[in-house]
């Protein structure tokens, strides 16, 4: 029996769990499935730096390119993170004709198209079910088994970070940047938090799933990204109030002329299951055609999951390479050459209910001002809220809209803005009761 | 390009899900994964039966075995359901070549092992996502996505007509009976309903997984079936009480000395997501030593759902006709000659916290004595509750106890069978309060 060699690329918190599952499942798994499977050198960016699993010195490298040279190497997995050198390493083995399994969520998003195009002339493998949620098998339900079904939508919660500090808002009523320092003192969000906060790494992973469940290119400039820096305990009470819970939502779907790709807060109704996923869980909905709606949870990121889902894709490519069938099927399971383009629609042709929340002088006449330049697009009001007065203060009002085009009313607030009724940036929550 | 073709056994709901799919979509996804992929026949009971999804009747046999000895039939689809002809049909086209996509819980439960060899030698290809859950992937999680962790437990609702019936006795406060019929009237349970609501139906998906999961043989015998036809109103309300609510659970388990493998009503947290899981919808938690807790949720059955999951199986295996790769991975995963065989825990081995209703005279002494037979057996008691005194009637008495072991308890119970003081047989329902 053929011992299919792994070289490893990163040693952070994805690589150690890798580590551990190998030192402590390689025989239990691997020689159960009939393979022999070995881990035999890592690339790491300092060699001297203390690591909590235990590795053979003489197998570590600095070097990640004498991996993906490598001529032993028949694996690597790529757990480095980041655009360059990830790029440049992961074309360097497929080039050398080596099978790639990455947790790369932000190079798949950016770069994904280069990756997919040489893994297929190369008819090398690509797993990559650890760059999208976790251990959540995501990557498969769309790849494989709903391949067969038209995938109409897929949509959910798929950055633990922001729902862990969403959750703890809506459960504290504290604001935005208390819970975020006290999420990083926990080790819940690192110490640039940008790209969970600001939505990017859910918008990677929307870039990634659309483009496998529709069959498409996706540029990622054209999804549609909004975090939840803005949203205040006022707004999440007053979602309360409507029955409805602010939950950070990524989006794919199929729509007239095109598909949507999109990551946005939205108030969702209580009683949406989406709504009753809390912490640094994720949550998937795929609705097809026939499969009709399934849901995948579980929890989207960490050590663990990920070294997971990793392991599976190895165990998936070294079947391939004992029995036969690696490099066969194309990477995106339809053919590159045989992909349509599909036209991303832009967030201004789209239609929700919006909730807003105005700050405005306490003074008679205002509402009346807020609806008429809200009627004068076309946008009727269907509810309207004040709290909370204190005499020659700012107040806030709330109102929500009726469906409206998202083009009509940013012209609205648009006209809004620089007159002495908005004393400050209105929040616009876009409401999915429909979710 | 070649044409790959199937050829159908079964033309019932299951079956006409299929036609749909093919008649509609056919084009629109095969072709564009780059297959040609044709339904050419199909095999009925009764070629004259009105049929609601149109299909050119001289492609419509009585015969079955002249679709599983066509040789210009590259794949067989199974969805006849039941023991025999099925496997005789089965074994007939994996002799001959073919492979095999089936939907056949029972079949594979109870003749798995022979199935499985038979496509291990044969070097075909099995499908089989369709015969647990539907569409959920839960067949796909477990043979591939969770393959490379160490898989510790499977527990869900894996049967929506049992779920829809105990549900809708949750919500209404119905007796079982009044609501099997409504069920029945409104297509949600089949007139024989005796699978469903026995829990037969779990104990096959149980056995699937099991065996799929922990690389083992599993005895059909050997699976723990309890069904939910002896749950009453009164038991729902008892368990609403303790913050509980009764759900038809199907487990499979890692346990010291072998695993476990059952199914019951089991008395679980009101917070378990398990808990809020409603109506015909399927659930089912797969817990890993890496992975941690992911679910799957999605309707478990029908003519949609089961032929997505058909077709999901059908392209996975025209890809691999195709392009290379078919017939050389294990349908289990683990080639049969290096699984283990692990013992099967017997249900009296088991330890339990306990719901117990008794029928009792009302009369002074009758708690101390069903007290005393309990802690003979050095079973303490949690809780007791007694409602609805009526003069000179029986009245239920409920106890709900600490852990016990399955064993103590049945031998109290057996004792206070035929004295005076058990009226009627004795409910027991297992709580599940960290399920």
């Known amino acids: 029996m053929k011992t299919i060699k792994i070289g490893m690329i990163g040693f952070g918190a994805v690589g150690s769990g890798v580590v551990n ?14 393979l022999s499977v070995e881990l035999v050198k890592i690339a790491v960016r300092n060699k001297g730096k203390k690591r909590s699993q235990v590795f053979d010195k003489n197998k570590i490298t600095e070097d990640a390119f004498s991996i993906v040279t490598d001529p032993e190497i028949d694996i ?3 757990v480095m993170g980041g655009e360059e050198p990830a790029m440049a390493l992961i074309l360097k083995a497929i080039s050398q004709g080596k099978h790639v399994v990455t947790a790369n969520k932000h190079l798949l998003a950016m770069r994904g198209e280069e990756v997919y195009s040489a893994v297929e002339s190369g008819e090398v493998e690509l797993g990559f079910e650890a760059a999208v949620a976790g251990a959540i098998p995501i990557v498969r339900a769309i790849r494989s088994a709903f391949a067969g079904d038209r995938i109409d939508m897929i949509q959910g919660i798929v950055n633990g970070t922001g729902n862990y500090i969403l959750s703890r808002m809506t459960s504290e009523g504290k604001p935005f940047n208390e819970i975020l320092k006290d999420a990083q003192s926990l080790g819940y969000a690192e110490s640039d938090p940008a790209f969970d906060i600001e939505g990017i790494d859910s918008a990677h992973k929307v870039a990634i799933m659309a483009a496998l469940a529709f069959g498409t290119s996706v540029n990622f400039g054209s999804v549609f ?19 409805l819970k ?3 939502l990524a989006t794919a779907k199929r729509c007239e002329g095109g598909i949507e790709a999109r990551v946005h807060p939205a108030m969702i109704p209580q009683s949406h299951f989406l709504a009753s996923v809390n912490g640094a869980y994720n949550a998937i909905e795929i609705i097809c055609d026939n499969a009709a709606k399934n849901v995948l949870i579980g929890p989207g990121a960490g050590s663990g999951p990920t070294a997971s889902a990793i392991a599976g894709d190895v165990i998936d490519i070294a079947c391939k390479i004992a029995r036969g069938g690696a490099g066969k099927t194309p990477p995106m399971l339809i053919p590159l050459e045989l992909r349509s383009e599909t036209k991303v629609k832009a967030i201004s042709d789209m239609v929700f209910e ?8 306490d003074r008679p006449g205002i509402l009346a001002k ?5 009627g004068e697009k076309g946008i009727s009001i269907a509810s309207m809220i004040q709290r909370g007065r204190q005499e020659n203060e700012p107040v806030s009002v709330v109102l929500t809209t009726h ?18 009724i908005c004393l400050a940036p209105v929040t616009k929550i876009r409401i999915q009761k429909d979710a």
């Open 76 to 78: 690597v997995v790529e």
């Open 403 to 420: 469906s409206a085009a998202e083009a009509d009313l940013d012209m609205a607030l648009e006209q809004l803005k620089d007159t002495d």
């Open 354 to 361: 919006y909730y807003l929340r105005f700050t405005v002088p």
């Open 246 to 248: 602010i939950k950070l």
């Open 225 to 243: 990204i909004e975090g939840i820096t803005s949203i205040t305990p006022d707004d999440i009470s007053m979602a309360r109030e409507f029955g």
């Open 21 to 34: 599952l190998f030192n402590n499942m390689t025989r239990e798994i691997f020689e159960r499935v009939g």
């Open 370 to 374: 807020l609806a008429g330049a809200l």
